[in-house]
């Protein structure tokens, strides 16, 4: 089961951290994927990280303001957003997935199995 958190209301150029809590499994077996939904629009590819956090990938929408790690002893993800803009504004997913990657599987909704509910992240003045 996962649990994301730490959404919220933020003022453009903000920052928040989201949280993705996961029970009932081995946590470090895990790679991770975030993805957003905005109003009105397609789920799409936030981040992925591996397993043992040595590899990440970002969209290129949010390369250089966001940033995906993990605490494995803690069971948990995170995704940092930092300089956030308007368009950031959509409900966050975490989801994983314990098979191997690949460059054409990380960012794609198929590739992973578990998800979970969704924080809601609005970016306005």
């Known amino acids: 089961q996962l649990q994301a958190s730490g959404g919220g209301l933020v003022q453009p150029g903000g920052s928040l951290r989201l949280s993705c809590a996961a029970s009932g499994r081995t946590f470090s077996a895990y790679h991770m994927g975030w993805f957003r939904q905005a109003p009105g629009k397609e789920r799409e590819f936030v981040a992925f990280i591996n397993w043992n956090g040595r590899s990440t990938y970002y969209a290129d929408s949010v390369k250089g303001r966001f940033t995906c790690s993990r605490d494995n002893a803690k069971n948990t993800a995170y995704l940092q957003m930092n300089s956030l803009k308007p368009e950031d504004t959509a409900v966050y997913y975490c989801?994983?997935?314990?098979?191997?990657?690949?460059?054409?599987?990380?960012?794609?909704?198929?590739?992973?199995?578990?998800w979970g509910q969704g924080t809601e992240v609005t970016v306005s003045s």
């Open positions: 989801a994983a997935e314990t098979s191997s990657w690949s460059s054409n599987s990380y960012y794609r909704e198929s590739f992973y199995d578990y």
